[in-house]
């Protein structure tokens, strides 16, 4: 079974620029959710998504946006790149994120780099 | 008060010695409880799940959680040096409040 696919591996963008990172969750999965890791902030919830609907949000600027398509594939958009912005972003998938099959599983991330 | 703490690190155990990592949460409201091992330039990767109190095990691992004093570890016996990771301790609400908050991760290295 293929686990959390996140495209691109790794991005430098120069600041003021757009960025979309793209996640392909786990077969059957239908919660998405984004995080944000740093080495300061540690690792931050960005927003998840199920059945296309954006569900849960977190303390990001509007900025930062996703969205989920009808095959559970997620992307997530950052526009007007920050240096601040340079970050480890990671999708995680759950087949359903309520309060049952919660576990939730990570793809290898997209390392940012803003310069 | 932040609304994960994991105890502070880095810890430093023996080879197959027993290693126990603590966490506490604020919300009372959280019904599911993880932990990730994270190996450096690494994504997490799921170790353990416990949503009901008392002791889970699974092989090497056993997580126990208290919900009414908002506490969770994570045991790992016979460690390994493969052991050697950060550990992050993550909680996610009930319905409607489907996301981690994880701790900021306790260095644990396994000293051969």
């Known amino acids: 079974k293929a686990g959390v696919t996140q495209t691109p591996r790794y991005l430098i963008k120069t600041r003021g620029q757009q960025v979309t990172l793209s996640c392909s969750p786990i077969?059957?999965?239908?919660?998405v959710s984004w995080y944000q890791q740093t080495p300061g902030q540690g690792l931050q919830f960005l927003f998840e998504?199920?059945?296309?609907?954006?569900?849960n949000k977190g303390n990001f600027p509007g900025r930062f946006s996703g969205r989920q398509f009808s095959n559970s594939r997620s992307e997530m958009n950052v526009s007007t790149l920050e240096l601040g912005d340079s970050a480890l972003y990671l999708c995680?998938?759950?087949?359903?994120?309520?309060?049952?099959?919660?576990?939730?599983?990570f793809g290898q991330g997209t390392r940012l780099t803003v310069v | 008060q932040k609304e994960v703490e994991q105890n502070s690190g880095p810890l430093s155990v023996p080879e197959g010695a027993i290693a126990s990592l603590n966490c506490t949460y604020s919300?009372?409201?959280?019904?599911?409880f993880f932990w990730y091992r994270q190996y450096s330039g690494k994504s997490p990767e799921l170790i353990m799940s416990?949503?009901?109190?008392g002791d889970k095990e699974d092989g090497r691992f056993t997580a126990q959680l208290n919900k009414a004093s908002q506490y969770v570890s994570l045991l790992i016996r016979d460690s390994q040096p493969s052991d050697s990771a950060t550990y992050l301790c993550?909680?996610?609400?009930?319905?409607?409040?489907?996301?981690?908050?994880f701790g900021t991760g306790t260095r644990l290295t396994i000293i051969p």
């Open positions: 998504y199920f059945s296309e609907t954006q569900r």
């Open positions: 077969s059957g999965h239908r919660s």
């Open positions: 995680a998938s759950s087949v359903t994120g309520g309060t049952s099959n919660t576990e939730a599983f």
């Open positions: 919300d009372r409201g959280s019904q599911s």
């Open positions: 993550a909680v996610m609400g009930g319905f409607g409040n489907e996301k981690l908050t």
């Open positions: 416990i949503y009901s109190n």
